[in-house]
């Protein structure tokens, strides 16, 4: 039985609800925390789907310490997941999270327990990550993960400190209005990222009120930055995140797939020292820029080649950050003359 708490966050999805209280149930957790949205108003699909998920997390058939917060209305995706995580937060010193479309793989629970028990008193270490956002594996040499800036939440553990210093520095209460609010002056760059891509994409997140593209995640990692703080990225992919499709609010690319949950060997080969990778780090920031990075809005819409795309994300990625600037300048001002 896991002694680590699972916290489970939930909408309309009763499918994908499912299948990730499947692979919670292998573990077996001793404390289960469900947080799960309302119907949006007038949705009347709404209505029969989100208790369609509230009947699937009826089922728990092992001994387990249950605590629901289900919310009567929508509460919207941003409130839902940071109003949910003081709730947990408020019980319990360190959790392990999963969104209803992140299905882990059968050595997740171990390796996070694991790490947050080997981290907890070092608070340096601000999250541990499960989902390896497709970095090679040989950039890790021996080691079983790597510290870098930020990571995926597809699948994330963090402690109660941590999370609640975060909250100090975005109070958001979602009561009036969803905009962040800061306590503390953003992140300074460069601070531990590698890539100018990468810096621009946190400033702006930083500047942004626009919680669709920047959303909690980002306003989590921005606090790590501030203060210094390092994540933990998996050497191997250990949740799937399984929820592409038009039902997803930010994951809507048809036929997308994540790579596939793998398994890691025990005991973890910890890294010599708690220092920030920088191949590694410089690896995630180039799936970011892929993503969702200035060039790549850029590149999508003056270069239709994916060959030329590739060799444009190259250039403003290399070491060489100054030509990459100009490069991407140019591209900007060709966009605003077509």
Same mark, same amino acid.
């Given at each position: 039985?896991?002694t680590?708490?699972?916290?489970?966050?939930?909408?309309n999805?009763?499918?994908?609800?499912?299948?990730?209280?499947?692979?919670?149930?292998?573990?077996?957790?001793?404390?289960?925390?469900?947080?799960?949205?309302?119907?949006?108003?007038?949705?009347a699909?709404d209505? +029969?789907?989100?208790?369609a998920?509230?009947?699937?997390?009826e $089922?728990?058939?092992?001994?387990c310490?249950?605590?629901?917060?289900?919310?009567?209305?929508n509460?919207?995706?941003?409130?839902n997941?940071?109003l949910g995580?003081?709730?947990?937060?408020s019980?319990?010193?360190?959790s392990?999270?999963l969104?209803?479309?992140?299905?882990?793989?059968a050595?997740?629970?171990?390796?996070?327990? $694991?790490?947050?028990e080997?981290?907890?008193?070092?608070?340096r270490?601000?999250?541990?990550?499960?989902?390896?956002?497709?970095?090679?594996r *040989?950039?890790?040499g021996?080691d079983?993960?790597?510290?870098t800036?930020?990571?995926?939440?597809w699948?994330?553990?963090?402690?109660?400190?941590?999370?609640?210093?975060? *909250?100090?520095v975005?109070?958001?209460d979602?009561?009036?209005? $969803?905009?962040?609010?800061?306590?503390v002056?953003?992140?300074q760059?460069p601070?531990?990222?590698?890539?100018r891509s990468?810096?621009?994409h946190?400033?702006?997140?930083?500047?942004? $009120?626009?919680?669709?593209?920047?959303?909690?995640?980002?306003?989590?990692?921005?606090?790590?930055m501030?203060?210094?703080g390092?994540?933990?990225?998996?050497?191997v992919?250990l949740?799937?995140?399984v929820?592409w499709g038009?039902?997803?609010?930010?994951?809507v690319?048809?036929?997308?797939?994540?790579?596939?949950? +793998? +398994?890691?060997?025990?005991p973890l080969?910890?890294?010599?020292?708690?220092?920030?990778n920088?191949?590694v +780090? *410089?690896e995630?920031?180039?799936?970011?820029n892929?993503?969702g990075?200035r060039?790549?809005?850029?590149? *999508?819409?003056?270069?239709?080649?994916?060959?030329?795309r590739?060799?444009?994300?190259?250039?403003?990625?290399?070491?060489?950050?100054?030509?990459?600037?100009?490069?991407?300048?140019?591209?900007g001002e060709?966009?605003?003359?077509?």
């Amino acid at each position: 039985m896991l002694t680590t708490p699972v916290t489970l966050i939930a909408f309309n999805r009763p499918e994908l609800t499912s299948g990730t209280l499947a692979a919670i149930r292998a573990a077996q957790p001793a404390q289960l925390f469900l947080v799960a949205d309302g119907p949006r108003p007038g949705n009347a699909d709404d209505v +029969e789907r989100c208790a369609a998920v509230r009947a699937v997390l009826e $089922d728990i058939d092992w001994p387990c310490e249950v605590h629901r917060r289900y919310a009567e209305e929508n509460l919207g995706l941003e409130a839902n997941v940071e109003l949910g995580l003081d709730w947990v937060f408020s019980q319990v010193d360190a959790s392990i999270v999963l969104e209803d479309d992140c299905q882990a793989g059968a050595t997740f629970f171990r390796y996070a327990a $694991d790490l947050l028990e080997h981290h907890r008193a070092d608070e340096r270490v601000w999250q541990v990550s499960g989902s390896g956002l497709g970095v090679p594996r *040989r950039l890790f040499g021996d080691d079983s993960y790597a510290f870098t800036a930020w990571a995926s939440v597809w699948g994330w553990a963090t402690w109660a400190d941590r999370w609640q210093r975060h *909250r100090s520095v975005f109070p958001r209460d979602h009561v009036s209005g $969803d905009a962040p609010v800061r306590t503390v002056p953003a992140v300074q760059q460069p601070g531990l990222l590698v890539t100018r891509s990468g810096q621009q994409h946190f400033a702006d997140a930083a500047a942004s $009120d626009d919680t669709v593209t920047h959303g909690w995640d980002k306003h989590w990692w921005l606090t790590m930055m501030t203060f210094g703080g390092l994540a933990i990225s998996p050497a191997v992919n250990l949740v799937e995140n399984v929820g592409w499709g038009a039902d997803a609010t930010h994951g809507v690319a048809p036929g997308k797939r994540d790579n596939a949950a +793998e +398994e890691i060997t025990f005991p973890l080969h910890h890294p010599a020292q708690v220092a920030l990778n920088p191949e590694v +780090e *410089r690896e995630l920031e180039l799936v970011l820029n892929r993503v969702g990075g200035r060039a790549a809005t850029i590149a *999508r819409q003056v270069l239709r080649s994916p060959r030329l795309r590739h060799a444009a994300r190259t250039a403003v990625n290399s070491r060489a950050a100054t030509a990459a600037h100009r490069f991407v300048s140019q591209l900007g001002e060709k966009s605003r003359r077509a």
